[in-house]
């Protein structure tokens, strides 16, 4: 549906007071609100993503016990015996938009169009979601709990210890998916990023050369895709509003280098959806309201690094 055919179904359901009409003014909303699409086009960079349903299970299980042994001619092998351990229960959270005004404010404008009201939903849901998961697996390690899956950087981002980080990963998680900040906190990285050392590190043995691919990556976008075999994932920040523009939604003081099937998220059940109109005030209250349970395991931990860094 094109913006003015949009405009003029908006239009003509906010003239019809009868209730199939409301009905059909919160479908057109909800049609453009569906948080499933942005749980899965930013979450599923980080974790490994499902759509659960009701009745399926919320524990995720671990099969042991089958072993290869060395073949021996004419003698009885053993058997290995299957065993199945439930390894981490998802605990269910829910998220909620929910929204209210009179029919004199929507008829005059006051508000804005419904249009621009779903825009705001939406924006509002995807920041929910991308700072519960990114501040849920960037706070997983600290200096108290591990040495070696954090490393307060004291400064902004450097080669060493993102090097260092990815290491770690490659080491203990197969490989590095993404290394994941808000841009501010990795943009840094385009200093030192677009460069290939020889080997010495030590004064003047030291041998730098740019590698044009990635000097004029850095020219065109002022950004890097890759350092150091890893691709960088750079969240966008996000402030409260702009009358008051001073809480950062997103941590700007962590960056986090993930590893592959560190954890889960997932959706129970599909997006359940209210709407009323409250009578008893004059002008009437009407009321759109959506929500959804979600869950999220890191049962995995090991595969995850935390960067401690400031100035970002």
Do not use: C
């Amino acid at each position: 549906m094109d913006e003015k055919k949009l405009n003029e179904a908006i239009a003509s359901l906010l003239k019809d007071k009868s209730v199939p009409a409301r009905e059909a003014l919160a479908a057109l909303i909800v049609e453009f609100i569906q948080p499933n699409h942005i749980t899965t086009n930013f979450v599923g960079m980080l974790l490994n993503t499902r759509a659960l349903k009701p009745g399926d299970m919320l524990f995720k299980k671990l099969r042991k016990g089958i072993t290869v042994r060395t073949l021996v001619p004419g003698s009885i092998h053993l058997a290995s015996e299957v065993t199945v351990e439930e390894r981490a229960n998802f605990v269910l959270d829910g998220a909620d938009v929910k929204v209210t005004f009179n029919e004199w404010e929507l008829e005059s404008g006051q508000i804005g169009s419904v249009d621009e009201i779903r825009r705001e939903m939406y924006a509002k849901l995807a920041d929910f979601y991308q700072n519960k998961i990114y501040t849920i697996l960037s706070t997983v390690w600290t200096a108290a709990n591990t040495p070696s899956n954090f490393t307060n950087v004291g400064g902004p981002i450097t080669a060493s210890s993102l090097e260092d980080a990815i290491d770690e990963i490659n080491q203990n998680s197969g490989g590095v998916k993404a290394v994941v900040g808000t841009r501010a906190a990795l943009t840094p990285i385009t200093k030192f990023g677009a460069f290939w050392n020889d080997g010495n590190t030590v004064g003047t043995d030291a041998q730098w050369a740019g590698v044009d691919s990635q000097l004029e990556e850095v020219v065109q976008r002022g950004f890097l895709g890759k350092y150091y075999g890893a691709p960088l994932i750079a969240l966008e920040q996000v402030y409260d509003n702009p009358e008051d523009y001073n809480k950062l939604i997103l941590p700007n003081n962590r960056v986090l280098v993930l590893g592959h099937n560190v954890g889960e998220f997932i959706t129970y059940g599909d997006v359940k959806v209210k709407q009323w109109t409250d009578m008893e005030p004059t002008p009437p209250q009407w009321f759109l309201e959506i929500y959804q349970q979600f869950g999220l395991i890191i049962d995995r931990a090991i595969g995850m690094y935390v960067l401690q860094i400031t100035g970002g």
